[in-house]
């Protein structure tokens, strides 16, 4: 009804203005259905409150005029500006590089368990509450603390080449083969399942060489390590079972050269813990040529030992949602690393990037519905002791993670983000995230089903959506459990690209929701 007003106005004024505009345009006829307005138009007051009328109807139209344009397209628009606001903002005024540094470079590598994953606690919980956040916190875990030991020796002693050492590292989580160390024949498999065929007749008192290499033809790197780790996680605790002395295990990656790859390993119950050792891709090389001419007898030493369990914490900061608090949108990394390099791709990219989308959040005043949580989580390397008692406590509290997003794939450049859930409602999910694409896409950014992350798995049950950060994989394995794993191996505009795309997602889950 009341907009019948601004009409019947409209029309007044019309008539009015035709009259002034035009004096010598006598409409009879309207003049005469119209007549007492015009009559009333010669009182000052009405005329003043006609021209007043007039102005506001232009403003009212033009208004209307513009929300209309803005509900049927500009809803996207919006979104597409604010997601180029976040990336410029990733891009000029991002924290993460020099976070980075100062991880790396001042604090260095950060095993569970040591003082220097302890100094990388204190000092990301330090710059998170330097965020101005709703809520910064450490939340405590035990871990295993592990030791590689003194420097490790692999050393082949042949008849023809003399007595030379291969670049070796101890596996994680393993032991070692005490001061005196041990000497055997190497026998060659390139799979666990060759182990029962050959049994404890063949393998007895003998060094395993495991030697499949990753697939090179897999395009996705990730899909190699896959196919080739069950050597690594599974080899030495398999080939104890047949009464071997030691395991050495070709490193996880496609490069032929010359740097060890360590990573995680574990004797299942009840097996002797045998030694087992990562053994660089040239040396696997050179030693599967040598074995093909004569047996090959290899000295082993290493003192690699387990610790036994540490007090640590997952380091947590949040922005509290402003309508619905209890629906949690994570993002994380892994805090702790391997002891060898300094975690830089593995996994302090991934934490950085986690703290930098809150603080480009806060930095364009962002006051997200929902609440946005970053986890810094500790042992993913050889425990993940983090992760499982974050999902305790969060289960134990009844919180919900409508979506939880992982980045441990290295700061290289983003391609996208791979999505899963345990919910029965995930097509539908799923289908919802799809819609944002056109928004995404040009930044090079795509949704594909896959799996997450290894610290928001446990989170699976809570049903939300699950995300892993998917930057470029041709690179990972070169750097990935080594020591040239360092500061310097990280591009600058790469990792702030990681940042700016996480915040986007975090920004589209937060604005939109997904039921
Ligand atoms: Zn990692």
């Known amino acids: 009804m009341l907009s019948n007003y601004p009409f019947l106005a409209m029309i007044i004024c019309f008539f009015a203005e035709i009259e002034n505009l035009f004096p010598k345009w006598r409409f009879e006829l309207f003049l005469t259905t119209f007549e007492l307005f015009f009559n009333l138009r010669n009182i000052p007051l009405i005329r003043s409150l006609m021209k007043l009328t007039w102005i506001a109807l232009i403003l009212v139209f033009g208004y209307q005029l513009n929300d209309l344009s803005a509900q049927s397209t500009n809803k996207t628009d919006a979104d597409a500006f604010f997601i180029r606001e976040i990336y410029n903002s990733a891009l000029t005024k991002g924290k993460s590089y020099p976070w980075l540094e100062y991880l790396c470079n001042r604090i ?250 809150l603080q480009v959040l806060k930095r364009l005043n962002y006051r997200p519905k929902r609440t946005i949580r970053c986890v810094l989580f500790m042992n993913e390397e050889n425990g993940l002791k983090g992760g499982q008692a974050y999902a305790e406590i969060s289960n134990r509290k009844k919180e919900f993670h409508l979506a939880a997003i992982e980045s441990d794939r290295g700061g290289f450049t983003p391609r996208g983000f791979t999505c899963e859930s345990e919910s029965k409602a995930f097509d539908k999910k799923y289908k919802q995230v799809m819609e944002w694409s056109s928004l995404l896409e040009p930044y090079g950014l795509n949704f594909k089903r896959g799996g997450s992350g290894a610290d928001i798995g446990p989170l699976r049950s809570q049903q939300g959506l699950l995300f892993g950060f998917e930057p470029d994989s041709q690179r990972y394995f070169d750097y990935h459990h080594t020591a040239i794993d360092t500061f310097d191996a990280v591009n600058k505009r790469e990792l702030e690209l990681g940042t700016a795309a996480m915040t986007a997602l975090v920004f589209l889950l937060d604005k939109f929701g997904v039921e």
């Open 108 to 357: 260095g590598a950060r095993l569970s368990g040591t003082p220097q994953a302890a100094a990388a606690v204190e000092y990301t919980r330090q710059m998170l509450d330097t965020m101005g956040l709703d809520s910064v916190w450490i939340q405590p875990c035990m871990v295993p603390h592990w030791s590689r030991g003194e420097k490790e020796v692999v050393r082949i002693v042949h008849s023809k080449m003399g007595s030379f050492d291969l670049k070796a590292l101890s596996l994680g989580n393993t032991e070692g083969t005490g001061p005196n160390g041990l000497a055997a024949e190497v026998i060659e498999v390139k799979r666990l399942d060759e182990l029962e065929n050959l049994g404890r007749e063949k393998l007895a008192g003998k060094i395993v060489f495991f030697n499949r290499a990753m697939d090179p033809t897999q395009l996705n790197t990730f899909a190699a390590y896959g196919g080739a780790v069950d050597q690594r996680g599974l080899g030495a605790s398999r080939a104890s079972k047949y009464g071997a002395l030691a395991v050495l295990v070709r490193s996880m990656t496609t490069r032929l050269d010359d740097v060890p790859h360590t990573g995680s390993s574990s004797y299942e119950p009840g097996v002797t813990p045998i030694p087992a050792l990562g053994i660089s891709t040239n040396d696997a090389e050179l030693l599967s040529r040598l074995l093909k001419d004569e047996p090959v007898r290899v000295f082993i030493r290493n003192t690699s030992h387990m610790m036994g369990m540490k007090p640590s914490h997952n380091v947590i900061g949040e922005i509290r949602g402003s309508e619905k608090p209890n629906e949690i949108i994570l993002i994380g990394g892994h805090l702790d690393s391997w002891d060898v390099g300094t975690g830089a791709h593995d996994d302090g990219a991934g934490c950085v990037q986690a703290m930098d989308v």
